[in-house]
């Protein structure tokens, strides 16, 4: 069982910048996949960046490229999502979730076993 806690959402201006954190329980986290995925208001899921296990293989959809940069630090069970240069349509729950059957991350939201209860952003124009 792997519990994530995400922190860090809030309100920022567009052109502003956030780091959210996922904080994870599993002591076999350095051997999960991970990725960030958000939710805004009357839409689907989608995916945001993912991490593999090793940290070497990373991937971002396309409207964050750029902005956004996904990191891990094994040593503290934690993921990271750096945003920047950040846009209203960027407002969304963010979730992060782990993978425990990957090596890389994968970019959809079927293939995560774990789910954080989300983070709300907020990016006022």
């Known amino acids: 069982q792997v519990q994530l806690v995400e922190s860090g959402g809030g309100l920022v201006q567009a052109g502003g910048s956030l780091r959210l954190s996922c904080l994870a329980s599993?002591?076999?986290?350095?051997?999960?996949?991970v990725g960030w995925f958000r939710q805004a208001p009357g839409k689907e899921r989608e995916f945001v960046a993912t991490?593999?296990?090793?940290?070497?293989?990373?991937a971002y959809a396309d409207s964050v490229k750029g902005r956004f940069t996904i990191s891990r630090d094994n040593a503290k069970n934690t993921v990271y999502l750096q945003m920047k240069s950040l846009k209203p349509e960027d407002t969304a729950v963010y979730y992060c979730?782990?993978?425990?059957?990957?090596?890389?991350?994968?970019?959809?939201?079927?293939?995560?076993?774990?789910w954080g209860q989300g983070t709300q952003v907020t990016v006022s124009s």
């Open positions: 979730a782990a993978d425990v059957t990957r090596y890389y991350g994968s970019t959809y939201a079927a293939h995560y076993n774990y």
């Open positions: 599993a002591r076999t986290f350095s051997n999960l996949a």
């Open positions: 991490l593999s296990w090793s940290g070497d293989r990373i």
